[in-house]
């Protein structure tokens, strides 16, 4: 089963977007721009997002080639009045992405995260000065000093830790009612996957774990990150949190963990993470993994 | 045995970041300031990283808190007039590094990537007036309209591609040599670590690949990357390269990689990649491995 935002249906068409001919032919061409409100997807009665016709010539808007879908060039313009999301998506912006087909999600989350990252860098960070859309969005080249900025991608560790046959989840104040999800935490500078792993656990939790290991990833558009989903283990399962981070953490019996996900946990069990985060394909695979 | 800049010695103590009076504690405690020409390290007659004494009260440089290192907060100071590298490390500092010792070069690699962020974002991205350091050199804060910056790390996959008992290397003009390593390439937005692997492979040379599977990650401060090391398999091994990314590409049997690991590839063989590099680990992860 393919997770949510990854697998995207575009042929990105790398070589076209330093070639400002081959980019001229495409905006000329059967072209289609996505159409945003603000950030947020338009979908139409069948709940597909909606395109518009790009209209040669005559649009002056900063435009993202999206890439290659079915024979047209697909765009996204940048809005220039936004001020550009940094906080997690609400939840009614969680339920209209619930209701789109997988390519449309891919597809609208790349789109998003371009748009967003071009409408909070329209000035260069090194000289202050503005920046200018180039290479067909994928960079913003400075006005002023020169210099040439590139779509960010901030990589998150997101890991389910293992003791005995249970697991390690916590829940952030934010989280709807008795919802227990993966930790995880932003990669920093000078560390590996499996440092930040241990940092992120024993800074949010107190534990100190071992034996990390990849198990599957996911693009995460609010605003940009990489989901890094791991595996480790701890034999100290003594809990201390960090209120700063999270409200709770506990550990979970496997027989919990699968009763939450088949929705059979009862009024008082744990709920597990939405079918579109990676934390819930985290705690799918440890139950399928067995012991 | 731990890849080169990962793994480092110090307790990044994050709590301590967004706790001004903690902060003021340890620069007024037992503290010192690694020392830099520009980015690069200064080393001492016995190859360790030279630190100086940070003097309480009259330092008025912006400070970076590294961590803790036995019992001593370490901080870097942002150099104001750094216009901030974006090119790869030069021989002559790859040949300063390769003395260090693991601990110091993963000190050295996580302080290198912040200080080089501070100097390369001195200004707010969206609105394009000053910043100043925040939460202990983990955070930008804009003067004019408030925006939180923080440091950056740019996801990129780097892979190495099996068909029959062969690997797929390429070289840039840049490597030295006969040098061969493994693909690589930023993560895009709206991309999962196979996705990335897959567009990359195909990409820079006409190869189509399954089965992406992680084998290990590395931190590279060049400027701050985090180099996530994969494996694939492919069906068909005919190459075309993009000679824009790559000027040959080719399969190498088990045996030329084998013989180059061990230095035994003669005056024509190809060259692997240095132990300082992720792309070695893959190739020498590969040749354990076995068929």
Same mark, same amino acid.
């Given at each position: ?8 249906? +575009?042929?990105?068409?790398? !070589? ?46 900063? +435009? ?30 969680? @339920? ?23 409408? #909070?860098?329209?000035?260069? !960070? ?41 697991? +390690?989840?916590?829940?952030?104040? #934010?989280? =709807? ?11 920093? =500078? ?85 079918? @579109? ?15």
């Amino acid at each position: 089963m393919t997770i949510a935002y990854s697998g995207g249906p +575009l042929d990105r068409c790398d !070589a076209v977007r330093s070639d400002p001919q081959a980019l001229a032919a495409l905006r000329g061409g059967p072209a289609k721009v996505l159409r945003l409100a603000g950030l947020e997807p338009v979908l139409d009665a069948e709940n597909r997002l909606v395109w518009d016709r790009l209209e040669a010539g005559d649009d002056t808007r900063e +435009l993202v080639f999206l890439g290659l879908l079915g024979g047209e060039a697909c765009f996204a313009a940048v809005a220039p009045g936004l001020a550009g999301s940094v906080a997690p998506a609400s939840p009614d912006l969680r @339920q209209m992405l619930a209701l789109l087909r997988h390519d449309d999600l891919a597809l609208y989350g790349g789109a998003r995260s371009l748009v967003d990252w071009h409408s #909070r860098h329209r000035f260069c !960070a090194r000289c202050g000065q503005p920046t200018r859309l180039a290479k067909g969005g994928w960079q913003r080249d400075c006005t002023g000093c020169g210099a040439e900025h590139f779509p960010r991608v901030d990589p998150v560790v997101i890991m389910i830790v293992e003791h005995g046959d249970s697991l +390690l989840l916590g829940r952030q104040p #934010r989280f =709807p009612a008795r919802v227990f999800s993966a930790l995880a935490g932003f990669v920093e =500078p000078g560390e590996s996957v499996e440092d930040a792993v241990a940092r992120e656990v024993f800074e949010e939790a107190g534990v100190r774990v071992r034996d990390v290991t990849y198990v599957s990833s996911q693009p995460w558009p609010f605003p940009s990150s990489l989901m890094i989903g791991c595996h480790a283990y701890t034999d100290d399962p003594a809990i201390r949190i960090d209120p700063a981070e999270l409200e709770d953490a506990r550990w979970f019996s496997r027989a919990d963990v699968a009763a939450a996900l088949a929705g059979e946990g009862g009024d008082e069990g744990p709920v597990m993470p939405p079918v @579109q985060a990676i934390a819930h394909h985290l705690v799918r695979w440890w139950i399928a993994r067995g012991m």
